[in-house]
């Protein structure tokens, strides 16, 4: 308890017995026994790979640090006082994804093989995230489930996290925590990015029923901690916006325009399952430029005609329609009205992420004082080079959600991370040009088949078939 924001939060927290009732919020702000719960966000994967330069600034980690903790080193010991991960050695788990040039070209890292440095570790970790978690993994994975070609990362990841001694939620509990952070429930709805099928989503009725397990048994086992949870975004990721639904000229790189001199859409597989031009809306994904490579999606004319799948539409697992996109929008807000109202039920905060995606995704961004944070892939600085997990950035201003949420909650006043701190460690963020313009031309940006085949593998269905390049319109 020797910490300054221990010695001070327990100053404000004795103030507030007085000054708000007891139910204002659950538990009490004493942070001597931190815990976090969450998926690859809070893991603190980083373009594509969970590895240990990244975890060290997951947003969990952003959070410790700030109310006095020091990040454990991998010969740490269970009786050190410090947050503890399991760390994995770079590359990662997979290869991080990283630009190799100018063009830019995303490629993963060589080096490895990498793996985990911590499993000996003497008891469970604060950080107990779970890439490719959904809320439904919280409850049921262990670390223990026997070993199966094509298994989730879900299950991967579990082994050498919870190293078969318990679910996240039990080991949670069995830290005798005093303060929880969790965050959780993208999963529930990343799949629709791979499959184009909204009904591979999680129900909003077990999604409800899911949480709220989540939530009661942390209650019940840990009826004196704080906690805090987050809300999910409602925009669309990087990974839908950088190809155009337009047919696009290989030599240009520009759309083709029709006779009316607006751009020609792209084929693809309606709402009613029925081929037609791509409406205003639709949301071509990423992976779809291995079929554009063959011709699927476009006109069977000069010079498309020449490939060996022109006129052919891109198939459902490449579009999201604006009908599918809406349902996914609704499935989204069914989720965060059941952590609103399950988390409101327990006197427990909301720290408003949906918020924090909403002011990235504004024109022009947010301003973090000399640096522009936008959506924008590649330059933005929010988001990494898979184009759905967040940078170093963005995990440090997820972090501030949660402290902000924190201090209006517990009355506490814990700093805000700094973005110098992010400077100092990695250095400029953004690719320039030789003439020091930002490399802002989505068309230009390519992606080699290993990054791929990685992208899409870390969260593909059995039922989905895999890319097998993404060069090339």
Same mark, same amino acid.
């Given at each position: 308890?020797?910490?300054?924001?221990?010695?001070?939060?327990?100053?404000?927290?004795?103030?507030?017995?007085?000054?708000?009732?007891?139910?204002?919020?659950?538990?009490?702000?004493?942070?001597?026994?931190?815990?976090?719960?969450?998926?690859?966000?809070?893991?603190?994967?980083?373009?594509?790979?969970?590895?240990?330069?990244?975890?060290?600034?997951?947003?969990?980690?952003?959070?410790?640090?700030?109310?006095?903790?020091?990040?454990?080193?991998?010969?740490?010991?269970?009786?050190?006082?410090?947050?503890?991960?399991?760390?994995?050695?770079?590359?990662?788990?997979?290869?991080?994804?990283?630009?190799?040039?100018?063009?830019?070209?995303?490629?993963?890292?060589?080096?490895?093989?990498?793996?985990?440095?911590?499993?000996?570790?003497?008891?469970?970790?604060?950080?107990?995230?779970?890439?490719?978690?959904?809320?439904?993994?919280?409850?049921?994975?262990?670390?223990?489930?026997?070993?199966?070609?094509?298994?989730?990362?879900?299950?991967?990841?579990?082994?050498?996290?919870?190293?078969?001694?318990?679910?996240?939620?039990?080991?949670?509990?069995?830290?005798?925590?005093?303060?929880?952070?969790?965050?959780?429930?993208?999963?529930?709805?990343?799949?629709?990015?791979?499959?184009?099928?909204?009904?591979?989503?999680?129900?909003?009725?077990?999604?409800?029923?899911?949480?709220?397990?989540?939530?009661?048994?942390?209650?019940?086992?840990?009826?004196?901690?704080?906690?805090?949870?987050?809300?999910?975004?409602?925009?669309?990721?990087?990974?839908?916006?950088?190809?155009?639904?337009?047919?696009?000229?290989?030599?240009?790189?520009?759309?083709?325009?029709?006779?009316?001199?607006?751009?020609?859409?792209?084929?693809?597989?309606?709402?009613?399952?029925?081929?037609?031009?791509?409406?205003?809306?639709?949301?071509?994904?990423?992976?779809?430029?291995?079929?554009?490579?063959?011709?699927?999606?476009?006109?069977?004319?000069?010079?498309?005609?020449?490939?060996?799948?022109?006129?052919?539409?891109?198939?459902?697992?490449?579009?999201?329609?604006?009908?599918?996109?809406?349902?996914?929008?609704?499935?989204?807000?069914?989720?965060?009205?059941?952590?609103?109202?399950? $988390?409101? %039920?327990? &006197? !427990?905060?909301?720290?408003?992420?949906?918020?924090?995606?909403? +002011?990235?995704? =504004?024109?022009? @961004?947010?301003?973090?004082?000399?640096?522009?944070?936008?959506?924008?892939?590649?330059?933005?600085?929010?988001?990494?080079?898979?184009?759905?997990?967040?940078?170093?950035?963005?995990?440090?201003?997820?972090?501030?959600?949660?402290?902000?949420?924190?201090?209006?909650?517990?009355?506490?006043?814990?700093?805000?991370?700094?973005?110098?701190?992010?400077?100092?460690?990695?250095?400029?963020?953004?690719?320039?040009?030789?003439?020091?313009?930002?490399?802002?031309?989505?068309?230009?940006?390519?992606?080699?088949? $290993?990054? %791929?085949? &990685? !992208?899409?593998?870390?969260?593909?269905?059995?039922?989905?078939? +895999?890319?097998? =390049?993404?060069? @090339?319109?």
């Amino acid at each position: 308890m020797n910490r300054y924001t221990k010695l001070a939060t327990a100053v404000v927290v004795a103030v507030l017995v007085v000054a708000l009732p007891a139910s204002a919020q659950r538990g009490h702000a004493d942070f001597s026994k931190l815990v976090a719960l969450g998926d690859s966000y809070g893991a603190g994967v980083v373009s594509g790979s969970l590895n240990e330069r990244h975890q060290v600034w997951s947003w969990p980690a952003v959070i410790a640090r700030q109310v006095g903790y020091t990040t454990c080193q991998p010969a740490a010991t269970a009786a050190d006082d410090c947050f503890a991960q399991p760390l994995v050695t770079f590359p990662g788990i997979g290869p991080e994804l990283q630009i190799v040039n100018l063009t830019p070209t995303i490629a993963p890292a060589a080096g490895g093989p990498s793996l985990p440095v911590m499993t000996a570790f003497g008891r469970g970790y604060n950080n107990l995230s779970i890439p490719g978690a959904t809320v439904g993994a919280l409850l049921s994975l262990t670390g223990a489930e026997p070993q199966t070609p094509g298994e989730p990362t879900a299950v991967s990841m579990a082994r050498f996290i919870l190293r078969g001694r318990g679910t996240a939620v039990a080991q949670a509990i069995a830290e005798d925590p005093t303060f929880i952070v969790m965050w959780i429930g993208g999963n529930d709805v990343l799949s629709t990015l791979f499959s184009g099928d909204p009904s591979t989503a999680t129900s909003a009725a077990d999604f409800r029923t899911r949480y709220a397990a989540v939530l009661s048994q942390l209650v019940a086992g840990a009826p004196d901690a704080g906690i805090v949870v987050g809300n999910i975004p409602q925009q669309p990721l990087p990974y839908m916006l950088l190809i155009p639904r337009f047919v696009v000229n290989p030599a240009t790189g520009q759309p083709v325009p029709g006779p009316d001199g607006n751009p020609i859409p792209l084929i693809g597989i309606l709402d009613n399952d029925q081929p037609g031009l791509l409406p205003a809306g639709s949301f071509v994904l990423l992976h779809a430029r291995a079929n554009l490579a063959t011709g699927y999606g476009l006109p069977n004319v000069p010079p498309f005609n020449a490939l060996p799948n022109a006129g052919k539409p891109l198939p459902d697992s490449d579009v999201i329609t604006p009908g599918e996109f809406a349902t996914v929008m609704t499935r989204i807000g069914e989720y965060n009205a059941a952590i609103q109202a399950e $988390a409101s %039920a327990r &006197q !427990i905060p909301v720290a408003d992420i949906k918020g924090l995606f909403d +002011r990235v995704f =504004a024109p022009g @961004g947010i301003h973090v004082g000399p640096v522009t944070v936008s959506a924008q892939p590649v330059t933005g600085g929010f988001f990494g080079y898979d184009f759905f997990h967040l940078t170093d950035l963005g995990y440090l201003l997820f972090a501030n959600e949660y402290i902000k949420t924190i201090n209006s909650a517990y009355g506490t006043e814990i700093p805000v991370a700094s973005v110098a701190q992010l400077f100092a460690n990695n250095g400029a963020f953004f690719p320039e040009t030789p003439d020091g313009q930002l490399v802002t031309n989505a068309d230009r940006l390519e992606v080699t088949q $290993a990054a %791929a085949d &990685q !992208i899409r593998s870390m969260w593909a269905q059995p039922t989905v078939r +895999r890319i097998r =390049a993404i060069r @090339g319109h």
